[in-house]
């Protein structure tokens, strides 16, 4: 696939709402690097230093990208949208968790305001997952998600790092079970998504400075809610217990767990993969 120029920090600006916590003035603005070993990692060391403020850094390259699980996230130089947000915050150790799903849902937002795709086809899994074109051979995971909580002279802050394949082929795709928007028949200009991306966040992290978390909202557009799933845990956490359930999604908890109706009654989980398994018959199931 060929590479995308490199993304422009005036362009995704002037796409966006100028009155966002990273556009306004005051901010710290929306700042492009060519390359950095991890956009995550580069706001964390800005914070470590003293730095604070709200702001977006975006790359057209990165070295170390990973996600949950420290799992790598990579991709050729152009072909995805790296970025991350850094969010000054004083929200209690509790709420923190509701970040990485705020996340999830302003990349399903922007994805579907920029390529007019719809909730047939973009699907939001518990608790941060974007997939797209879930069900067919070209579909998959279209984002990868980190959010890190870090301490400075400055305060709390979090960091909310976003990658998002966009022009990749299948063969730079950094899993198997990934996807781009451009496998997918979609748009796929990086500035526009990263604007469209800045603007859902900051509403979202609005939400979530006020109240500390954003529940009603990530319940509403999850798609793990009333379908059948396969949760799979990970057996040197369990305990001794079970390392895979099945049943039907049927509800988010005040910490953002996932609650599954199960043969045995509804259990409440708070880590674990889960599968979205094909349905018969109504793809949407009353939990």
């Not at 909202?217 to 990970?234: A, E, H, K, N, S």
Request: negative net charge; contains cysteine.
């Amino acid at each position: 696939m060929p590479v995308t120029s490199t993304i422009d920090a005036a362009r995704i600006t002037e796409l966006t709402d100028r009155d966002t916590r990273f556009t306004r003035p005051g901010s710290g603005g929306i700042t492009v690097v060519a390359n950095t070993d991890s956009t995550n990692a580069h706001l964390s060391r800005m914070v470590r230093s003293g730095q604070t403020g709200f702001r977006i850094l975006v790359a057209d390259h990165q070295d170390g990208g990973h996600g949950r699980f420290s799992r790598p996230w990579q991709a050729p130089a152009g072909t995805a949208l790296l970025m991350s947000a850094l969010v000054p915050a004083s929200r209690d150790p509790q709420d923190w968790g509701w970040l990485s799903m705020v996340a999830g849902l302003a990349v399903t937002e922007a994805v579907e305001a920029t390529t007019g795709a719809g909730r047939d086809r973009v699907t939001l899994k518990w608790p941060n997952d974007v997939l797209l074109d879930q069900h067919r051979e070209h579909g998959g995971k279209l984002c990868g998600i980190l959010s890190e909580r870090v301490e400075g002279p400055a305060g709390s802050h979090a960091v909310i790092g976003i990658g998002i394949n966009t022009s990749m082929d299948r063969s730079e795709l950094p899993v198997p079970t990934a996807t781009s928007l451009a496998l997918c028949g979609l748009a796929h200009d990086r500035e526009r998504l990263a604007a469209a991306v800045v603007e859902a966040l900051d509403h979202l992290i609005g939400v979530w400075l006020a109240t500390g978390t954003v529940r009603g909202i990530y319940r509403d557009r999850c798609d793990t809610i009333g379908r059948p799933v396969r949760l799979t845990f990970d057996p040197a956490k369990v305990g001794g217990g079970p390392t895979r359930i099945e049943g039907v999604g049927a509800d988010i908890e005040m910490d953002g767990s996932i609650v599954v109706a199960t043969a045995e009654g509804r259990c409440a989980f708070s880590a674990a993969d889960v599968e979205h398994l094909r349905p018969v018959g109504n793809p949407r199931l009353t939990p």
